[in-house]
């Protein structure tokens, strides 16, 4: 199933005109309204992969939900199965140190903090996985990634 509806959309357009003054697809002629809606569509849909991915493959393509937390498995593209959508070797195995799309030289206001990540347990069913809330990496239809573009639209 598709992750992203035509009400959601327009939940998400209505939350954010609410709290801007320039607003979302409401300003200009009709022609440029028209557009920037093709614009952003077309963006929109060659990113997540014509709106089936909420995440980006490699880095959480493979991922589990235990108890209301995400878990991803990041992964080389070597080492993804694209029909399964599973990863045979984790980037993380061993303890390797995981820290994708993150720029260590950007702090807050410029960028969220990187923290060096590793597996969530050495043994077990999380081996291999690590905490989708603590990593950088594309998600939603825009496919957002690194840490000094989270900051950034957080501001939004």
């Not at 992203?4 to 327009?10: E, P, R, S």
């Not at 200009?28 to 093709?38: F, L, T």
């Not at 990041?74 to 599973?86: A, Q, S, V």
């Not at 993380?92 to 590793?118: L, R």
Request: glycine share 8%; aromatic share 14%.
């Amino acid at each position: 199933t598709f992750p992203y509806t035509y009400d959601g959309l327009c939940e998400a357009i209505a939350d954010y005109n609410k709290d801007h003054t320039e607003k979302v697809f409401k300003m200009g002629s009709e022609e440029m309204i028209r557009a920037e809606i093709a614009a952003f569509l077309g963006n929109t849909a060659h990113e997540s992969d014509d709106f089936e991915a909420g995440r980006e493959y490699l880095a959480c393509g493979d991922r589990k939900e235990v108890d209301g937390k995400v878990y991803c498995k990041p992964c080389t593209n070597d080492l993804f199965d694209w029909e399964k959508f599973k990863c045979s070797v984790s980037m993380v195995d061993q303890n390797a140190p995981y820290n994708s799309y993150c720029q260590p030289g950007f702090e807050p206001p410029e960028g969220c903090v990187c923290e060096t990540i590793t597996q969530v347990e050495e043994s077990g069913p999380l081996a291999g996985y690590v905490e989708a809330s603590k990593v950088f990496y594309g998600r939603g239809a825009i496919q957002l990634s690194w840490n000094y573009n989270y900051i950034r639209a957080s501001f939004a």
